[in-house]
């Protein structure tokens, strides 16, 4: 199931699945947050892939921000044991935040990661590496 609120995201990302001749890809126009809090059982998720959100790099826009202490709780409560969350972030602020917030989550045990071989490259990553920005790659897994 691919969560995407941004209208021209969901297009794109219809667009390549039909391209690849899939059909067992899912969209929810929703937000991801919701989701987790109304759709989806504890312990009832395997993987979650979170790659560039956004960073939201005002400081006073930080609260924004999908990775804090909240929603760290709600998702890694959505994994099943031993569950995998992914991420990454071309942002150095932000990856730092997430690194602190993760690593406080007690239902998870992980931190930074060699990028992953299957993630896909975004287009958000290919704009920070043009801006010369270091990708932080991240996996945390649940713990109980």
Not at 28 to 51: P, R, Y
Not at 95 to 104: D, F, I, K, T
Not at 106 to 131: D, H, I, Q, Y
């Amino acid at each position: 199931m691919s969560l995407e609120v941004w209208l021209p995201g969901v297009a794109e990302s219809l667009g390549r699945v039909g391209d690849a001749g899939c059909s067992n890809v899912r969209f929810c126009g929703v937000d991801a947050v919701w989701t987790f809090e109304h759709l989806l059982a504890e312990a009832s998720v395997a993987e979650i892939w979170t790659f560039f959100p956004d960073p939201w790099h005002k400081a006073r826009h930080n609260k924004r921000r999908l990775v804090n202490a909240e929603n760290a709780h709600l998702m890694a409560s959505r994994l099943v044991p031993g569950g995998v969350w992914r991420l990454a972030t071309d942002w150095a602020d932000y990856a730092e935040q997430m690194e602190s917030v993760l690593g406080a989550e007690g239902l998870l045990s992980g931190g930074p990661v060699e990028r992953w071989e299957e993630r896909p490259v975004t287009k958000f990553e290919r704009k920070g590496l043009a801006k010369d920005r270091e990708i932080a790659d991240f996996a945390y897994r649940r713990v109980t």
